[in-house]
């Protein structure tokens, strides 16, 4: 069974940083695709980041060149360090792989900006 767990979130001032953390487990695959998604309060979930196997990065315009998306050493894990943070960052972070045919997402991780 595969696990995907998130770690990092938490609360933080207007102008600080956080980083999260994703592990992947239970798959003999390879991830395709690692990203960050989340959803605020009321809204739909949005893309946040990702990165695929190839090394290619994508970002949502609200987060360009504030946020920054990296594998670790382990192909199952993968970074999201957020700089900068503002208020409307604020929400539940979402970890998701997708292994070629399948997608797995993690429980999430609540990340919140006092201003």
């Known amino acids: 069974q595969v696990h995907v767990v998130e770690s990092g979130g938490g609360l933080v001032q207007a102008g600080g940083s956080l980083r999260l953390s994703c592990a992947a487990s239970g798959s003999r695959l390879s991830p395709r695709l690692m990203g960050w998604y989340r959803q605020a309060l009321g809204k739909q979930r949005e893309l946040v980041a990702s990165?695929?196997?190839?090394?290619?990065?994508n970002y949502a315009d609200s987060v360009k060149g504030r946020f920054t998306i990296s594998r670790g050493s382990a192909e199952t894990t993968v970074y999201l360090q957020m700089n900068s943070l503002k208020p409307e960052d604020t929400a539940v972070y979402y970890c998701t792989v997708n292994w070629g045919l399948t997608n797995d997402w993690g429980q999430g991780t609540q990340v919140t900006v006092s201003s």
């Open positions: 990165l695929s196997v190839g090394g290619r990065t």
